[in-house]
């Protein structure tokens, strides 16, 4: 798989232990930055990893960045592509090559808190429950098919940074367990846009 970040790597990380621990039958061939300072990258080449950070300059049109991460990550033989903290919204020249093969994480329960803001919309609403969800990336925002859900039960006092340390841990267990799923070829998408997991 390839793996797409913007910044720490802390999902990155949690696939490369998983990975490293035999408790994910995956293999990453490429780590993606949109940005060239993103500390992920360190996790990456510290794993032994090949890594790519595009510039802003790339990036100035998404459509031109998406055909050069494309074309990366056909070289390199991925068959999945892995968004891990990937801050921007994926183009047709992925999406085509890789139908229901691109996976995203949110952290919310989606249909709810789409967007960038997820932990803190979700916080700021006073919601009592929110969590993490694992869906399928297609052309339309946060709104791919959702393969995985998992709540985290908002405490009484719990400032936003609190509940977004939740939200990792939930995230860091969640997202490799569905890597391993896709890996096991347990993951269909039906024609209604829902997922059946076998």
């Known amino acids: 798989m390839g793996v797409l970040i913007s910044g720490s790597g802390t999902n990155l990380q949690a696939l ?3 990975i490293a621990a035999g408790t994910l039958n995956a293999e990453i061939v490429l780590v993606i930055s949109s ?10 080449a510290a794993a032994g990893i090949q890594t790519l950070a595009l510039s802003k300059e790339i990036y100035a049109d998404p459509w031109d960045a998406d055909e050069v991460i494309a074309t990366e990550l056909k070289r390199a033989g991925a068959e999945y592509i892995i968004m891990a903290g990937y801050m921007r919204m994926v183009h047709e020249p992925l999406l085509a090559l890789w139908p229901n093969r691109v996976v995203n994480l949110h952290p919310a329960l989606l249909p709810s808190f ?9 916080y700021e609403r006073g919601v009592k429950v929110t969590g993490v969800t694992v ?7 946060d709104q791919g098919p959702i393969i995985a859900q998992e709540p985290v039960h908002v405490e009484e006092g719990w400032t936003v940074d609190e509940l977004e340390e939740h939200i990792h841990e ?3 267990r969640l997202y490799p367990d569905v890597v391993q799923l896709l890996a096991e070829g347990r993951v269909r998408v039906r024609e209604n846009l829902t997922v059946a997991v076998g």
């Open 170 to 172: 939930v995230e860091h």
């Open 35 to 44: 940005r060239p300072s993103a500390a992920g990258l360190k996790r990456a």
């Open 16 to 18: 490369i232990d998983r």
């Open 135 to 141: 869906h399928f990336a297609n052309a339309a925002y």
């Open 114 to 122: 789409q967007g960038a803001h997820g932990i803190a919309d979700a």
